[in-house]
């Protein structure tokens, strides 16, 4: 096995919940249902933003190689898989909508922890084949067998497309279970994204306290890993495994370079958004600088004259919705939240690829 390089692949505004399903979902659960896994995945959890990192080796390479043996041997696979994940995600989404028939206060407090356990468990079991139609097709792009793979590239596109909602509203049940028990328990609801997912089930079950101590500990920055939450930098961590970080060099930098989701030019002041909490500071055609957009960003994607992610391929959801919009994108950047800043103008040349400062 080839040394292990971790890069950060993606930030989200996810809380601790949610990023303890994907953990083991990429860990475990992907083991469980293919005999295939990743060795490690970190999340890096500060200001209210959750980093993934992960080593191409496994999440680009492996998981190609891996999917490609499974449609060569079954030129039917990815089109059952798409099926199965339908089928999970609406499963998922009406679980949901049952529960919510209900205010969250009126049920006991068991019945809650059994049905909360049973959506966090359909999540982890649709999450391999979530992840298989989000990367495929970013995997598969600048590859010479792209053209004799595009039909299984475009029906993982096409299920993309139907199930890529279920990661907010997840997320945010999650986030609710979670500010709930901590009103229950007069925690500051501040703290609630990051309770842990056993705390919320030991209270609900047991009534067992979730320390408020811990919980402030977790406002400094820390890891979700193998070993559980860690306070360690993400560099500390994979140098103890044996892992190393891709070195990334942003010094002196005023000029950054990506893909060309949708042409054009235009220059204006940038918002830095992460997360949803940020909207607020997001003005009529600002440049929205993000890691990625999700579906819960139309309204900010609404007001942008362009926008410019730090992720992505011409497959991400940024890319299709600079198209649909027909907004300049510059998509891959991979440092353009580090480079800029609130307030700096610059100029977008999606045709080129390319966002400096002016």
């Not at 080839?2 to 692949?9: A, D, G, I, M, T």
């Not at 860690?230 to 990334?248: D, Q």
Request: charged share 30%; aromatic share 10%; net charge positive.
């Amino acid at each position: 096995m080839k040394e292990l390089v971790f890069e950060k692949s993606i930030s989200r505004d996810w809380g601790v919940i949610y990023s303890e399903v994907w953990h083991r979902v990429f860990t475990v659960e992907f083991k469980k249902q293919f005999n295939w896994s990743y060795t490690e995945v970190v999340f890096e959890v500060q200001n209210n933003t959750t980093s993934v990192y992960r080593a191409p080796l496994e999440h680009i390479d492996g998981m190609r190689q891996f999917i490609l043996k499974k449609i060569d041997k079954n030129p039917r696979w990815m089109q059952e898989e798409c099926r199965v994940v339908e089928r999970q995600v609406d499963y998922a989404n009406k679980l949901v909508a049952a529960i919510e028939r209900h205010p969250l206060e009126s049920y006991q407090r068991a019945e809650l922890a059994q049905l909360f356990s049973k959506l966090i468990e359909q999540n982890v079991k649709l999450g391999p084949l979530f992840v298989i139609m989000l990367w495929f097709p970013i995997q598969m792009e600048n590859r010479p067998e792209a053209i004799k793979y595009k039909k299984y590239i475009d029906q993982a596109i096409e299920t993309r497309r139907k199930i890529e909602r279920i990661g907010p509203i997840i997320d945010s049940f999650s986030q609710r279970i979670a500010s709930l028990c901590a009103k229950q328990l007069k925690i500051s609801i501040e703290l609630s994204r990051y309770i842990k997912y056993d705390e919320v089930i030991n209270y609900l079950e047991s009534d067992e306290e979730i320390d408020q101590t811990e919980l402030e500990k977790r406002k400094n920055p820390f890891l979700i890993t193998s070993e559980g939450i860690v306070f360690e930098t993400i560099r500390e961590y994979l140098t103890r495994r044996g892992f190393k970080l891709a070195e990334l060099n942003t010094s002196a930098t005023t000029e950054v370079k990506g893909r060309a989701a949708f042409p054009g030019k235009v220059s204006g002041v940038v918002k830095i958004i992460l997360n949803k909490e940020e909207f607020y500071k997001f003005n009529q055609d600002n440049i929205l600088v993000t890691s990625m957009t999700t579906p819960d960003f139309a309204p900010v994607i609404k007001k942008c004259s362009a926008f410019v992610t730090d992720e992505g391929g011409i497959t991400c959801h940024a890319a299709i919705i600079a198209r649909e919009l027909k907004k300049p994108c510059v998509i891959g950047t991979k440092i353009a939240t580090k480079i800029f800043k609130d307030g700096d103008v610059v100029e977008v040349d999606a045709s080129k690829g390319i966002v400096k400062k002016v």
